[in-house]
């Protein structure tokens, strides 16, 4: 009874912030993402302040999980991430898959520091880093991909070009598509991989807020978070705030005859 009185005062009481939410969540779970793929994986402190809930709970983008689990069958040694942005990818992959090589492409510098916080707490192998994914890098590379995460708002076009990088005819691709900023950029990719590779269309889960509710209730955590369908959006190009959702694309390579 003393349990579900206190259960009650904390579900009664003033929603916490989003930053006081996911301390909380991270202060009961070991400051380690709680579920998923990622479980496990140590949330570096420089990192804490600026993660969202979703990514410290381990539901972020869920819907690309199964794609990950498909991933653990196959020799994956040699990852390119092009986005790296804070990181979470990265880390994420390289401590479920373990590969030889993590190449991250990242444009902005101030993430650097934030990508790389996750090696040392993690045990994690280093890096390979690389600022701007240009077309003379991705025309001379020579080492074998075997999985490409690309996460470049609005330049998937230039990234994924087959016929031009032909390493990409031979690598398991995931990439979020960005059709507010070019509603042909789905149509286009599977045109250019469709003889290649088996693709699948991935949804946003709007189910994913649920999931988190549920976490939160069982923590007895009354808080808040950026969820769907407002924690994706742009700018267009008159300044309007536009809500958008998420579209990802896998290629897993043909197996050949």
Same mark, same amino acid.
């Given at each position: !009874?003393? /349990? #579900?009185?206190?259960?009650?005062? @904390? $579900?009664? =009481?003033?929603?916490?912030?989003?930053?006081?939410?996911?301390?909380?969540?991270?202060?009961?779970?070991?400051?380690?993402?709680?579920?998923?793929?990622?479980?496990? #994986?140590?949330?570096?402190?420089?990192?804490?302040?600026?993660?969202?809930?979703?990514?410290?709970?381990? &539901?972020?983008? +869920?819907? $690309?999980?199964?794609?990950?689990?498909?991933? /653990?069958?196959?020799?994956?040694?040699?990852? !390119?991430?092009?986005?790296?942005?804070?990181?979470?990818?990265?880390?994420?992959? =390289?401590?479920? %898959?373990?590969? @030889?090589? !993590?190449?991250?492409?990242? !444009?902005?510098?101030?993430?650097?520091?934030?990508?790389?916080?996750?090696?040392?707490?993690?045990? $994690?192998?280093?890096? /390979?880093?690389?600022?701007?994914?240009?077309?003379?890098?991705?025309?001379?590379?020579?080492?074998?991909?075997?999985? %490409?995460?690309?996460?470049?708002?609005?330049?998937?076009?230039?990234? $994924?070009?087959?016929?031009?990088?032909?390493?990409?005819?031979? *690598?398991?691709?995931?990439?979020?598509?960005?059709?507010?900023?070019?509603?042909?950029?789905?149509?286009? &990719?599977? +045109?250019?991989? @469709?003889?290649?590779?088996? &693709?699948?269309?991935?949804?946003?889960?709007?189910?994913?807020?649920?999931?988190?509710?549920?976490?939160?209730?069982?923590?007895?955590?009354?808080? *808040?978070?950026?969820?769907?369908?407002?924690?994706?959006?742009?700018?267009?190009?008159?300044?309007?705030?536009?809500?958008?959702?998420?579209?990802? %694309?896998?290629?897993?390579?043909? +197996?050949? @005859?």
């Amino acid at each position: !009874m003393k /349990i #579900l009185t206190r259960v009650k005062k @904390k $579900l009664l =009481s003033k929603p916490l912030s989003e930053n006081e939410t996911t301390a909380s969540v991270l202060e009961k779970t070991g400051n380690q993402i709680y579920t998923g793929p990622f479980a496990g #994986l140590l949330i570096p402190d420089i990192l804490k302040p600026s993660l969202k809930l979703s990514e410290v709970l381990g &539901l972020y983008e +869920s819907v $690309l999980h199964q794609s990950f689990s498909q991933l /653990i069958n196959k020799n994956i040694e040699n990852i !390119m991430v092009i986005g790296g942005h804070k990181g979470y990818y990265p880390a994420g992959l =390289s401590n479920l %898959l373990r590969p @030889k090589n !993590m190449y991250v492409f990242e !444009m902005d510098e101030q993430f650097r520091p934030l990508i790389d916080s996750w090696i040392e707490i993690n045990n $994690l192998k280093p890096y /390979i880093n690389f600022p701007e994914a240009t077309e003379e890098i991705l025309l001379n590379w020579q080492e074998k991909i075997d999985f %490409l995460l690309i996460d470049c708002e609005g330049a998937e076009d230039f990234l $994924l070009q087959p016929q031009k990088f032909h390493w990409q005819s031979e *690598t398991d691709i995931l990439v979020e598509i960005h059709h507010f900023y070019d509603n042909k950029i789905l149509g286009n &990719l599977i +045109s250019r991989f @469709k003889d290649t590779h088996n &693709l699948s269309i991935i949804y946003d889960d709007i189910a994913e807020n649920e999931k988190i509710n549920n976490v939160l209730t069982g923590l007895a955590i009354n808080g *808040t978070y950026r969820g769907h369908p407002t924690h994706r959006w742009i700018f267009d190009k008159n300044k309007n705030k536009i809500i958008t959702a998420g579209i990802f %694309l896998y290629m897993s390579v043909k +197996s050949k @005859k």
